[in-house]
Every structure is written in structure tokens, then in C-alpha cells.
């Protein structure tokens, strides 16, 4: 009897096994920092957003608006390089928004004055990014969207393109895409 | 001879840059080597990746260089489990027995029974372990399974942090906060060992910033059959209604609330005896046990690394049963901060108060001391962790010092070393002491335990008693531990445990001396007084591996072994070794297969075995139990489940009768499920 259970499980195991599908990325199964996880999206970003009248050896500012715990994560971007463009990291308060900003994460401590914010950066080609609830929905670029303990992201395509930005397919291909003012 | 102010400057330079950390930019302490790796990969490969809680890394800094296994919603859903202490079979080392059909005894290396008095649980930080028979009623432990986030199973003494009872191990249930359950989740299923269970669940949004949840969920579970034939008198039917909100007003400080509150009747099975003929009878009741309790905390984060932590708990719980009728008032209040000392040290400490009101009122077989008691704890703890060498090498010191109106002041300290050898191998080892305080139940109670006729004449009467003891000491173990955990490759890793348990002044009993008694009858009263005559020790190891070749594939396996011998039991009958070394079997396995045969199908195969339970008064066979659910979803938010439990086998018994419940045969049973989401 015992002997038998086995073997079925066995069979049922090998039968299992024998089903060899796509190949396992590193990833999967793996936890990590939200911060963490965020900072590597906005690297990722990064790769993917073609800013207008920017050669490829100009260095990229990633900026962070507000006190938030992405400061560290997004510090040690420094270390990191897109291409062949050096990263450089600044920490901004609300009074001294930096337009010249290629992508510019906006903490959710700015909340309140989001709307200002975002009329402040209307015309200049900065990627904004936020973990703002609604905040693709307001006139953002980029949402940060927590969904079954995974990061996923939103793009208001509208703002993207109205900034002169130009976002790869490959980026698109994964995000939610919003189109005008509305709400996903 | 004199130095120039240059070279002195330089020289003092060059020196601080030997003792001082290189990297000028401040790196948070957790900022670990996964992260390096994490920027690296692909946005398609990052999207797989999940998110832990913050809140996790106050219980990180314990949990690293312990044995610690989560078991996470994912791994639930997949067993097609429906009651919490038989998801905790996924864990290695849990030695979990279904005594019957409403009663489980839940273990970590050892010390099991329908009271598993050296394992604290907790759920979000709430213990639901009883002081007033030192255990877990699992049976009224019934969450919508959906809500919970994870199971965190930590094998080994969590007394430093967590306090007394801590002792083999400590399970912390965690559920979701209230902005990742949006939405209606609604669960049905019927099947032929639980008729009926239905759950419920709505979270919406009150603001951008704060989010709730209401639960409901409903459970009726068949009467099971004896071993010898015949039915047992243990089906339950249990409701269980829970709220939690959580508020985040800005990125610093999140609040939440929440409460659960439930209703159940527990059928029981007793022997009730008398002093008068025919001095016993069985007798079927209906427990009633219910309870309600509120949980409220406020978490801030000062600065990166820099947390302090509140929580306070009320805990109302209700048990009107066949030996006693009991009301529990629990209120506890417990602050703790977290910070960083430089770049090498993480420093946690905490206080906490808890007060207990007790009343409690004997009813058949069972009187007690005092009808009504209040119990107190005061405690506090620190640990800090130092970073020997950055990143690679980790001591932890730490201490809990508490006092209570059980035993007064205690001591328990641990000392835990980590290496991290490279990027995917780390070994740890720890040495920590824990108690387990005595229960209220084992302060005050007496208990009739039958009557016989001296040569069949009933003037002259023989009565058993088990007799509680208000001089009671705490239990004490001194565990050494070690582990091993390797992640061999990126789809396979590998963790061992090995630990040896030293415990002593367990609480076993002593003979009576005969002496004639007039309650309730005049007789002579013999029998057993506890006291603290038990040592023994414990050791073993478990392993778990976890293989995932493909995507769609994953399988896990989980092996423990454990031997348990008592040094001595001076003066105490031979049974106090089989309560001590009888009630755990040598060796526990799980193997599991997860497989997506489909996107929209899942099937899952679990094996659960156990080796022979060496009980001489009732010794339980060894079994193995063959799970298999399928699940098939037609369209997003719908899903079809069909599950069969114990399918290679009729029935088994995973328990012998004891602690006086009457054991059944775990039958064989299958369920058919259906989950919406929208």
C-alpha cells in the first residue's frame, strides 16, 4: 500500500517534470524592498524614454521631490550608468523645483501640492514619476501602482507626449496605458 | 623629534579611511546584496518580483539567523487547505495532528497536544495563545483565508523578542493591509468534510490614503468516525467576521485598525464521572466558544532605519465547554523602535504590558481555586544586531526581561551568529534560553478523573484526582541551534536546520499521598498533583528544498527528523516520559507539486507523511496523505476548484485520546470550490 502511494506520486512527479516549458527567469518567486523594487523600475526607465535635444554621453539627473525612503535607493543609482550616460542624483524640496531634471520622482509627502507641481514642470521634458495614488490620472507621467504585492505601472501617454518625450514600445508594451485626463 | 601638523593630518587621514567605511554615501542597513542585483535585471523579469512588507523587517532582524519558513498566500490558495492549522503542515518541522474533527495539535520540535503550550501564535501581533490552558484553540481560529498575507513559522526560541511561551517556535499570522484586498472576493464550497463554507469580502476606499476591508465567513464541518467504528461527536460550525482599515496620511506615519469577532459551536465527546453508580458516562456537548477582539497601531518611520512601532489589543474570549465555563479579558499595550548606529549596528527595543482577566467557574469534574484572578505581565527587550564585518558577518545580542504574576522575574537571552559565506550561502548558529510559564488552568484546577468501589462496596469509595498547583515553576529550555540555507542556483535552494533542546522543570505530576476527603462525597482521594519533576532533551533537523525549473513548475520538499528523550522523571510513573518523548514521531515529510499546466489552469499535488507515533498507551501508525486540487479559471476573476484530501487512503489516525478527547479516523474527503474576484 505504501509502496504503491509512492510510486503513483512518483509517476505523477516524473510525468510532472517531463513538461519542459520557457525557461525560469531569475526573478520569479523573489521578494524584495519596496523601495528597492521601485528604484530599479526608474533605472529601468531610464532606459527606455528618449528625452529631446539630449546626446547620448550627457550625463542623466534623477531627481527626487520630498522626503522619502527612495532617497537611498535612488542615491545609490550614482554607482549605476544608462548607456554611456552617468547618473547624478539630487534630493529637491518643494521650493526649489529643478526643471533641467531628466526623470523627476515626486513623493508622496507632495501630495497636497501636486497640481503646482506638475504646472511648474508643464513644458520641459522631465519624466515625472510618482507612487501617488491617481496620480497617472492627474496629469503624471509615470504611476507606480502596488497590485498583488507586485509594482506595476501606469503611463498617461498624453503628458508623455506632450512633454516631447518619446517612450519605447518595449515600455508601453508593459504598462497600463492612459489616454487624456481620465481615470484607469 | 617632532611630526609635522601635514603629516599628522594625513597620517590621522589615511587611518580613519582604514577604520572608516569607504563608500561616503550613506547606504541603509538593508540594503543588501539582492538589491545590486535587482537593477540589473529586465523590466519584464522585475514585474515577477514581489514586494515585502515594510513592517517585515522589525521581525527580519530576528528571523535572520533563526529557521524561519514563510508560507504565503500563493502557497495556500495552491494546497486547497481550508483550515489554518492544516496549512501549516507546508512548513518544515510543524508537527500538525488532527486529533479529531474539531481539535488539532499543533508542534515545533516537540511539546505537541491539543494544548501545544511551547509555541506562541500570533495574528497581526495579536497572541492568540491562551493562558488559561496554555495552547491554541484552532478550531476558532477561522480567518477568510484570502486576507492573509503570509504565514511566518519560526522553528526555535523567539523568547528574546517575543517573550514567555516563545518557546519551540512562533507562528506570526500576518494579513493583508486593507488597500491590497479591494474589491469583492467571494469563496463557496461544499464537499463532504466541511458541508458548508462560505467567505465573504468587500475592501474599498475611504480616501486616496486609507482603505477598508469587512470580512465574513461561515464553516460547518461533518461528525467524523472512531478508529473502533461508530461516530465521534466532533463537527463544528463556526462564524468569523473581521474589519481592518488602514490609514497612511503621509509617507511617514500609517495607522490601522482592525477587529475580528466570532461564534462557534464545538461538539464535544466526554466521560463524565460519578461518585455514586455507575461512576461514569459518556456524555455529547455542545461548546460554545466566541469572542470578539480590537487591534489598533500607529507605525512611524523617523528617518531610513528609524521606526517606532505601537500597538494595543483587546481580546474578549468565551468558552462555555463541558469541564468548565471561562472568560478571558485581555488588554495589551506594547511600544517598540528600531534604529541604526552608524553603518554597524541595528539596534531594537520595545515594552509591553498586558493584563488578563480571568473568571472561570468549574462545571462537571472540575472545580477550581479561584473563580476569578487578574494576571499581569511587564517587559522589556533589546536586540542589537552588529555587523562584525559589513554585509558578511552578524552578531545578534538581545535580551527579553520580563516580569509577571506567574513565576515573577525572568531572563531570556539568546545570542545569534551570522555569516553570509557569499551572495547565495549563509550560515548561522544561536544559543538562547526560553520558558513557558504555568497556565492559569495548571494554578487552579482539581479534576475528578473516576471513582471505583473498594470490593464493590460504595461506602468505601476510591476517587482519582488530577490536581493543578499554584506553586508551579516556569519550564525552562536552553536551545543551541545552527542552519544552513544556500540558494544552489537561481531556480533551486536549499535550507537545513539542527538544533539540540535542553529543557528542564516541565511540568509532569506527582502521586498523591491517599488521604480522605469529604467533597463532593466522603472518599479516599488519590491521584496526581503537577509539579515540576520533567527534564528531557530534544534534538533533530529539518530541511526544505524548493526547485522551480520552469515557470510553471515548482516543487518543494521538506524533511525533519527529531528525537526526544527525558533525562529523568525522579518519583513519576513511566507515563510522564511517553507525555514528554511519546507524542512526536521521529521523522515528518511533505513533497509538493505546483504546476500551470495552462494560464488559466493550476494543479497541485501534495504529499504529507508521518512515521509512527510511539504513544505506548495508544500508539498512532505511521500515514501518508495524498492531496490533489485543480483549478481552472474561465474568465479573469472566476475560478473552478476541485479538491481531493487523503486520496490514497480511506481514513487514518494522526493522534491517539488524550488531554480526555476521544480521537477520530481522518477520513478521506473531497470539496468542490468556487472563488469570484472583482
Keep these: 500500500m505504501l509502496f504503491n502511494c509512492t510510486l503513483q506520486f512518483i509517476i505523477l512527479f516524473c510525468s510532472g517534470l517531463l513538461i519542459v516549458l520557457q525557461p525560469e527567469p531569475a526573478s520569479a518567486g523573489r521578494q524584495a524592498e519596496e523601495t528597492q523594487l521601485k528604484a530599479a523600475y526608474i533605472y529601468n526607465f531610464g532606459k527606455y524614454v528618449t528625452w529631446p535635444m539630449i546626446t547620448a554621453t550627457d550625463p542623466l539627473d534623477i531627481c527626487l521631490l520630498g522626503p522619502d525612503p527612495l532617497a537611498d535607493p535612488l542615491q545609490k543609482l550614482e554607482e549605476k550608468k544608462i548607456g554611456d550616460r552617468e547618473i547624478t542624483f539630487y534630493l529637491l524640496d518643494s521650493t526649489s523645483i529643478k526643471t533641467d531634471c531628466e526623470m523627476l520622482f515626486i513623493s508622496r509627502s507632495q501630495q497636497e501640492q501636486l497640481a503646482g507641481t506638475l504646472a511648474q514642470l508643464e513644458d520641459n521634458a522631465v519624466l515625472t514619476i510618482s507612487d501617488i495614488q491617481g496620480f497617472a490620472g492627474k496629469g503624471g507621467m509615470i504611476e507606480l501602482v502596488r497590485k498583488e504585492n507586485k509594482i506595476r505601472f501606469v503611463i498617461n501617454i498624453d503628458s508623455v507626449q506632450r512633454a516631447g518625450l518619446v517612450i519605447s514600445s518595449r515600455l508601453l508594451r508593459l504598462a497600463t496605458i492612459l489616454s487624456g485626463d481620465r481615470q484607469p | ?678
Excluded: C
Aim: aromatic share 12%; no cysteine.
Design chain 2, 1 to 678: 623629534m617632532s611630526i609635522s601638523k601635514k603629516t599628522f593630518v594625513l597620517t590621522a587621514f589615511l587611518w580613519s579611511q582604514f577604520f572608516l567605511p569607504v563608500h561616503a554615501a550613506p547606504i541603509p542597513p538593508d540594503a543588501d546584496a539582492l538589491s545590486d542585483t535587482l537593477i540589473d535585471l529586465d523590466l519584464e523579469s522585475l514585474m515577477d518580483v514581489e514586494v515585502y512588507a515594510a513592517s517585515k523587517k522589525t521581525q527580519r532582524l530576528s528571523d535572520i539567523s533563526s529557521a524561519v519558513f514563510v508560507i504565503n498566500q500563493d502557497m495556500i490558495r495552491r494546497s486547497g487547505l481550508t483550515e489554518i492549522p492544516e496549512i501549516l503542515r507546508l512548513a518544515p518541522g510543524v508537527q500538525v495532528s488532527r486529533i479529531n474533527g474539531n481539535a488539532w495539535s499543533v508542534s515545533i520540535r516537540g511539546g505537541s497536544g491539543r494544548y501545544g503550550d511551547k509555541l506562541l501564535v500570533m495574528i497581526d501581533g495579536r497572541s492568540i495563545y491562551t493562558l488559561l490552558f496554555a495552547g491554541v484553540y484552532w478550531e476558532d481560529q477561522d480567518l477568510v483565508l484570502a486576507d492573509i498575507d503570509r504565514i511566518e513559522v519560526i522553528r526555535g526560541p523567539g523568547a528574546a523578542i517575543w517573550g514567555a511561551n516563545a518557546v519551540n517556535g512562533v507562528i506570526n499570522i500576518i494579513t493583508k493591509a486593507a488597500s491590497e484586498t479591494q474589491g469583492l472576493h467571494v469563496n463557496v464550497s461544499t464537499g463532504t468534510m466541511n458541508s458548508g463554507l462560505a467567505g465573504m469580502r468587500y475592501g474599498g476606499t475611504i480616501s486616496e490614503n486609507a482603505h477598508y476591508r469587512v470580512s465574513l465567513k461561515y464553516r460547518q464541518q461533518v461528525t467524523f468516525d472512531r478508529p473502533d467504528g461508530g461516530e465521534n461527536h466532533d463537527g463544528l460550525q463556526v462564524g468569523h467576521g473581521s474589519f481592518r482599515t488602514d490609514w497612511e496620511p503621509n509617507s511617514r506615519d500609517s495607522f490601522s485598525l482592525q477587529g475580528a469577532m466570532f461564534d462557534g459551536t464545538v461538539e464535544e465527546n466526554m466521560v463524565e464521572f460519578f461518585p455514586v453508580p455507575p461512576y461514569a458516562g459518556r456524555v455529547q456537548e455542545d461548546d460554545d466558544s466566541r469572542g470578539w477582539d480590537v487591534v489598533g497601531s500607529w507605525s512611524r518611520q523617523v528617518s531610513a532605519g528609524n521606526q517606532i512601532d505601537l500597538k494595543l489589543y483587546y481580546d474578549d474570549a468565551h468558552r462555555d465547554s463541558f469541564f468548565y465555563s471561562s472568560d478571558l479579558d485581555t488588554f495589551d499595550l506594547a511600544l517598540q523602535q528600531q534604529f541604526v548606529i552608524g553603518r554597524r549596528q541595528n539596534v531594537i527595543y520595545g515594552f509591553r504590558y498586558r493584563y488578563t482577566g480571568t473568571e472561570i467557574e468549574g462545571k462537571t469534574n472540575f472545580l477550581v481555586a479561584h473563580e476569578s484572578r487578574s494576571d499581569y505581565l511587564y517587559s522589556f527587550f533589546l536586540q542589537d544586531e552588529i555587523a562584525l564585518l559589513e554585509k558578511e558577518l552578524f552578531l545578534t545580542l538581545g535580551s527579553k526581561f520580563e516580569y509577571q504574576s506567574f513565576t515573577g522575574f525572568e531572563v531570556q537571552p539568546t545570542l545569534r551568529l551570522l555569516w553570509n559565506v557569499n551572495q547565495t550561502n549563509s550560515l548561522w548558529t544561536a544559543v538562547s534560553r526560553a520558558v513557558r510559564t504555568p497556565s492559569i488552568g495548571e494554578q487552579e484546577m482539581a479534576l475528578e478523573y473516576g471513582y471505583m468501589p473498594v470490593d464493590g462496596n460504595p461506602d468505601q469509595l476510591v476517587g482519582f484526582w488530577i490536581l493543578g498547583n499554584s506553586d508551579l515553576d516556569s519550564e525552562t529550555l536552553i536551545a543551541y541551534e545552527a542552519g544552513f540555507r544556500s540558494e544552489l542556483t537561481s531556480a533551486l535552494s536549499v535550507d537545513l536546520a539542527l538544533f539540540y533542546n535542553q529543557y528542564d522543570d516541565v511540568r509532569g505530576f506527582e502521586l498523591l499521598t491517599p488521604a480522605p476527603v469529604l467533597e463532593p462525597v466522603p472518599h479516599l482521594r488519590t491521584g496526581m498533583q503537577m509539579a515540576n519533576n520533567v527534564s528531557g532533551h530534544g534534538y533533530g533537523f529539518e530541511l526544505s528544498a524548493d526547485w522551480k525549473p520552469v515557470k510553471t513548475l515548482r516543487f518543494r520538499a521538506n524533511y525533519s527528523n527529531i528525537q526526544i528523550e527525558t533525562d529523568e522523571a525522579a518519583g513519576a510513573p513511566d507515563f510522564l516520559d511517553q507525555e514528554f518523548a511519546g507524542k512526536a514521531p521521529t521523522s515528518l515529510y511533505t513533497l509538493s507539486m505546483d504546476w500551470a499546466p495552462r494560464s488559466d489552469m493550476d494543479l497541485g499535488m501534495y504529499l504529507y507523511g508521518s512515521s509512527r507515533l510511539n504513544y505506548s498507551a495508544d500508539p498512532v501508525p505511521d500515514y501518508i496523505r495524498f492531496d490533489l486540487r485543480l483549478a481552472w479559471r474561465p474568465v479573469t476573476g472566476v475560478e473552478l476548484s476541485l479538491v481531493g484530501r487523503n486520496l490514497f487512503d480511506s481514513e487514518h489516525t494522526e493522534y491517539p485520546s488524550t488531554d480526555a478527547l476521544l480521537n477520530s479516523d481522518i477520513p478521506q474527503s473531497i470539496y468542490a470550490g468556487l472563488t469570484l474576484d472583482f
